[in-house]
């Protein structure tokens, strides 16, 4: 007889799976009581996301349909087709699917929790996150809140412009960093902007209270509409406690038009990098078009939220199963 694989058993404690469904349950009275509606939609989606920093995973059915469909990134497209139908502020707490990013804050499958306030700002729903986050975590576990410009975070971490420095100096000041020079001068500006972010800005951020950087590079809006005030920068913003990032929100974009311009220049990048290069998902720009009110959203990480709660140093000591264990 084989023997039982060494791997059966989870890493996450019965503590720290009763905390988690605390915490979940917290989450949904939180928003309930704010009078925003929960909803769900599929996990199995006929068009997946154009971004070239993600990467879906395709399904197959076994049938005469041989369609390719996909496990969502987000339940963001179909939340804003809800939106757009009339549904009002809706929240949804969902597992999401994405392959290649490994690590310790890292899992290929994990739980959003994202939602929608009809008519807010970006400055009023960073108000409902930290909110939240202090009803979910504790007042006296979290210092005073911080709002720090993209521009500023750069300013003050590496004495570097994100929005005015030449390409050369951020590659330098990359390289300085120590990023391996080969990979700094293959990087477009963005991916550098990223990079230092992830490695030299993002984990010194949040250590004594929550930080909220926000007025990204037009270049990263996304799905973010731009300043009015300033094209230079997006209205869209990113939460950091304790140096893990925990939240991404936007004003959402709602000219069809632009949208659609921003996926065809997705679709270029991933062309250009041999990527896969998905179909634009025509429903979405569909209701973009019969009229998504003006809103904000966020999704923010739920296991990363548990790990801070628990104390935790990797993602699956608060999983049931983790991805490499499902």
Request: hydrophobic share 45%; net charge negative.
């Amino acid at each position: 007889m084989k023997p039982p694989s060494p791997d059966w058993r989870p890493l996450a404690s019965r503590a720290t799976l009763e905390h988690r469904a605390a915490l979940l349950a917290a989450a949904r009275e939180f928003l309930a009581s704010r009078g925003v509606l929960e909803v769900d939609t599929p996990q199995v989606v006929n068009c997946t996301v154009t971004d070239p920093q993600l990467h879906a995973a395709e399904v197959r059915w076994p049938a005469a349909d041989t369609r390719a469909r996909f496990l969502h990134t987000s339940p963001e497209y179909a939340m804003k087709r809800l939106l757009a139908a009339g549904s009002g502020d809706i929240y949804q707490l969902c597992h999401v699917f994405r392959g290649c990013e490994q690590g310790a804050l890292h899992s290929a499958e994990f739980m959003l929790l994202e939602w929608y306030r009809l008519g807010w700002s970006s400055a009023a729903l960073m108000d409902e996150v930290d909110g939240l986050l202090r009803a979910l975590l504790g007042v006296a576990a979290l210092g005073a809140t911080r709002v720090v410009s993209y521009e500023q975070a750069f300013l003050e971490a590496l004495a570097l412009n994100p929005l005015t420095d030449p390409d050369g100096a951020i590659a330098d000041c990359a390289c300085a960093q120590g990023l391996d020079e080969r990979l700094v001068r293959r990087c477009s500006r963005d991916e550098l902007l990223d990079l230092l972010m992830g490695t030299q800005i993002g984990p010194r951020l949040g250590n004594e209270g929550p930080v909220f950087v926000h007025r990204y590079p037009a270049s990263q809006a996304a799905l973010a509409r731009l300043d009015p005030a300033d094209a230079r920068v997006a209205l869209r913003f990113e939460l950091y406690l304790r140096g893990i990032e925990l939240a991404n929100g936007f004003e959402e974009l709602t000219d069809a038009s632009e949208q659609r311009a921003r996926f065809m220049e997705d679709q270029r990048s991933r062309a250009a990098r041999g990527l896969a290069v998905p179909a634009i998902d025509e429903a979405l720009l569909a209701a973009l078009s019969a009229g998504l009110p003006a809103c904000a959203g966020v999704a923010l990480g739920m296991d990363r939220l548990v790990m801070l709660a628990r104390g935790a140093r990797r993602i699956e000591e608060v999983l049931a199963f983790s991805s490499e264990r499902a």
